[in-house]
Antibody
Framework: QVQLLESGPGLVKPSETLSLTCTVS??????????WSWVRQPPGKGLEWIGY???????YYKSSLKSRVTLSVDTSKNHFSLKLTSVTAADTAVYYC????????????????WGQGTLVTVSA | QSVLTQPPSVSGAPGQRVTISCTGS?????????VHWYQQFPGSVPKLLIY???NRPSGVPDRFSASKSGASASLAITGLQADDEADYYC???????????FGGGTKLTVL
């Protein structure tokens, strides 16, 4: 059974960097069959896709966040990470990591496995 | 403003059938992109309900079904139960934005 677990600070100061890690069990982060995404949900609002990483290196980000987002992978720990710089209150959200069957470039699939989510609050 | 448009809320009595619409455009659903649906209870993780337009993952009751036509899709729930009360989200891929997009979510209330 595939499981994802997010970890990281729950409070980040404005203008600083949000850093989260998603540890994967039951599947390999180097898999050719899946990509690994981050999705966030501001309190009381809908879901927003942030970006994905595939095959330990290929990344793709939502255009409006691209200048602030970096995804990376540590294959030895089977986890992937999110860094979001220059955060503001608008970045306050529950951050989920999720697995997606890979379909290549120029397409998107469903998210079949989600982590439990972690609330990150941006506040001084 | 979400790329995919859903009604903020729908309601129905136990046993009834309800539908939730998801309206897109020529760059996503209308571009023959698959639509997926998620169920989310308050304070809980989104759960995949329907994938690739009308496929149910193992364990999802056949009371849940979905369809797609043109630039829109819809989720149908028959035999409504109290524990169906949740938020429902549609998702697709947008070929102009080049990433996956979600609807704004629909809150289902069981009367």
């Amino acid at each position: 059974q595939v499981q994802l677990l997010e970890s990281g600070p729950g409070l980040v100061k404005p203008s600083e960097t949000l850093s989260l890690t998603c540890t994967v069990s039951g599947d390999s982060i180097s898999s050719f069959s899946h990509s690994w995404s981050w999705v966030r949900q501001p309190p009381g609002k809908g879901l927003e896709w942030i970006g994905y990483i595939y095959n330990s290196g290929h990344t793709y980000y939502k255009s409006s966040l691209k200048s602030r987002v970096t995804l990376s992978v540590d294959t030895s720990k089977n986890h992937f990470s999110l860094k979001l710089t220059s955060v503001t209150a608008a970045d306050t959200a529950v951050y989920y990591c999720a697995r997606e069957p890979y379909c290549g470039s120029g397409c998107g699939n469903w998210f079949d496995t989600w982590g439990q989510g972690t609330l990150v609050t941006v506040s001084a | 403003q979400s790329v995919l448009t859903q009604p903020p809320s729908v309601s129905g009595a136990p046993g009834q059938r309800v539908t939730i619409s998801c309206t897109g455009s020529s760059s996503n659903i209308g571009d023959n992109r698959d639509v997926h649906w998620y169920q989310q209870f308050p304070g809980s993780v989104p759960k995949l309900l329907i994938y690739a337009n009308n496929n149910r993952p193992s364990g999802v009751p056949d009371r849940f079904s979905a369809s797609k036509s043109g630039a829109s899709a819809s989720l149908a729930i028959t035999g409504l139960q109290a524990d169906d009360e949740a938020d429902y989200y549609c998702q697709s891929y947008d070929s102009v934005l080049s990433y996956s997009v979600f609807g704004g979510g629909t809150k289902l209330t069981v009367l």
